[in-house]
C-alpha cells in the first residue's frame, strides 16, 4: 500500500489541528520574501493562539505558496521533529541559495 510522504514525524502528523483554529490573516511566504521576516509575522500571527511545537509545524506549511511549498515538499520524509528543526532547514536552505546566487 503506497503512503503519502510525510517530512514530519508521525508525532507531528497524528496531531489534531485545535477546534475552531482560524487561517492566519498575512502574506504568504513565495519564494520571493526574506524568510526571517515571513518566520517573524508567522510566529506573531500564530503565537496569539498556540506556541504548541506541533501545532506549529501543522500550521506552517499553510503559510506557504509555490515556490516555498516547493521547497518544503523537497525536504526529506520525517526530518521534520520540532518546529526547530524546521527552522534551522529553512536557514540551511536561504545560505545555500545566498552563496549559489
Given at each position: ?5 510525510w ?83 529553512s ?11
Open positions: 500500500m503506497h503512503r503519502p510522504t517530512h514530519t514525524t508521525c508525532r507531528i502528523v497524528e496531531a489534531d489541528i485545535p477546534l475552531g483554529w482560524k487561517p492566519l490573516n498575512f502574506e504568504q511566504c513565495d519564494g520571493t520574501i526574506d524568510p526571517n521576516e515571513h518566520l517573524d509575522a508567522f510566529l506573531t500571527q500564530v503565537n496569539l493562539y498556540t506556541n504548541d511545537d506541533v501545532i506549529l509545524c501543522c500550521v506552517f506549511p499553510t503559510s506557504l505558496e509555490v515556490v516555498a511549498l516547493t521547497w518544503y515538499g523537497g525536504l526529506t520524509p520525517r526530518s521534520i521533529d520540532s518546529f526547530y528543526t524546521l527552522v534551522n532547514a536557514v540551511r536552505s536561504t545560505q545555500l541559495a545566498d552563496l549559489t546566487t
